[in-house]
Each structure stands twice: as C-alpha cells, then as structure tokens.
C-alpha cells in the first residue's frame, strides 16, 4: 500500500526519543525526510537529511521549512514532536514568567509557525498529514506543570482547527497523546522528582511504570508506529483526533 512512499516529510525534535524513532521508521517505509532539531551532533548521527534550528521562533521555523522545500521539495507530511518538558515548572503561584513563556514559545508558537508554513504546500498539492505530539497532560493537568499542562492542551486545539480549516484540500490534522515514555526529556523529569523527594530517579520509573497496566512505560517506538500511521495514506478517514498512546494507562 502507498504509506508514505515518496512523501516529503518534516520531523521535529528528530534528534533523539519519539522523533528520532519516527523519522528513522517513516524513513524504512520510503518517506523523504528532513530531520529538525536544535542539536546538529544529535542530528548528524541520524544518516537523514536535516537541519539545526530553533523552531520556538518564526525565522528558526522558517529556516527549516525553506531548507526542506530547497532540497527535497515541498511538505506533504509534517510531524511536530519537537518541545520541552516540564521538570523546570513549579506551582502556579511560584512560576516564574519566563517559564511561561518559553514553554509556551517552543510548545505552542513553533507548531503554529511551523503549520501555518506547511500547510500552504499541502493545499497545493490537494494532499497533506500533519501529526502533532501532544501528551496525556494535554487532557489531564499535570502536577506543577502549568505551562506544558497549558501548550499541550493547546497543541489539541491547533491540531483541531487545522483539521476544519484545511480538511477541504486534502488535508488531515491529529495527535499523539503518548503517556510516560523513557526519553531522555522525561530522565530529567525523573531526576527533578526523585531529588525533591528524596529516592532514586529508578524508583520513580518504578511508580511510573506501575500505572500502566502492563507494568512498563511505552517506548518511543510504539508512539513512532501510531504516527506513521496517522502520516500515512491509510488514514484518510482519521482527522481532528487525539489518539492515547499510554497502554491503557489513564495518566
């Protein structure tokens, strides 16, 4: 079946965890990707095409969209995983504003400049997927966590209104909402966690692992494969959705 055989694919945060295993598996499946990340010593160990950029501004998105239409041509797929987690955060009433606003910038803003780039080509074409990697706190508020709490349940509504805005042309627009995952942005978590309570981060993983059903945390594999398909042309019938990708987890 078709998948994404020769489609020209955008993946964000591509340098390590969800986005560096989908860009890998959507790269085996026959897709044409431009990696993006911040870090070029992450990105070049890949073997992709790629670009080093910050996309929590418009020129950084810009950049990378530019670079992509330059040398594999234009966007049919984009795949925004990239973001920053909320180990830093604090309660409400002791958050500071820059923490706010950077989570916001690089949560929110980035997947907005990044869309309203891409989508224009997908209009175009008559055909386009974008994916988007919210996270169970996009449905359920997370504990000291009010800025990534905020972008993510954000991320849901741009991943919405795109879907109603460009599903005339061809267009589909959904989410991941993975739970836990051992990345290396949810070790620091643990790390944050583990020092304020005074146990290990590897106690922390066991409690996380202990909400799950199966007594584990989903890999960053099985949250590429739920993208690749939603990046695919099978999906035609799924948009506006936001799919758990936490093993039946309820957090």
């Not at 830093?88 to 400049?113: A, F, K, S």
């Not at 990044?114 to 080509?121: A, G, I, N, W, Y």
Request: hydrophobic residues 40%; glycine residues 12%.
């Amino acid at each position: 079946m078709p998948g994404v055989q020769g489609r020209v694919t955008l993946v964000t945060g591509a340098g390590r965890g969800i986005g560096r295993a989908t860009a890998e598996l959507l790269t085996s499946r026959g897709a044409r990707v431009m990696a993006v990340a911040r870090s070029k010593n992450e990105l070049k160990t890949l073997g992709l095409d790629y670009v080093a950029a910050d996309l929590g501004t418009p020129d950084g998105c810009a950049f990378a969209v530019k670079q992509t239409r330059e040398r594999l041509g234009p966007v049919s797929i984009l795949v925004c995983n990239h973001g920053i987690g909320s180990a830093h955060e604090r309660v409400i009433w002791e958050q500071p504003p820059e923490v706010w606003q950077e989570t916001l910038r690089i949560n929110l803003d980035g997947p907005y400049y990044l869309s309203q780039m891409v989508v224009k080509d997908m209009i175009e074409q008559g055909y386009g997927r974008c994916v988007f990697t919210s996270s169970t706190a996009g449905e359920k508020a997370e504990y000291a966590g009010s800025a990534y709490t905020s972008a993510k349940h954000g991320l849901l509504g741009l991943m919405r209104a795109i879907s109603r805005d460009a599903g005339p042309h061809g267009v589909t627009s959904n989410a991941v909402l993975p739970g836990w995952v051992r990345t290396s942005m949810a070790e620091k978590s643990a790390g944050a966690e583990a020092e304020k309570r005074g146990i290990t981060p590897d106690e922390v993983w066991k409690e996380r692992a202990a909400l799950y059903p199966p007594g584990r945390v989903a890999t960053p594999e099985e949250v590429a494969h739920v993208i690749a398909f939603l990046a695919s042309e099978e999906s035609s019938g799924v948009s506006g959705e936001a799919i758990t990708v936490a093993l039946g987890g309820l957090v």
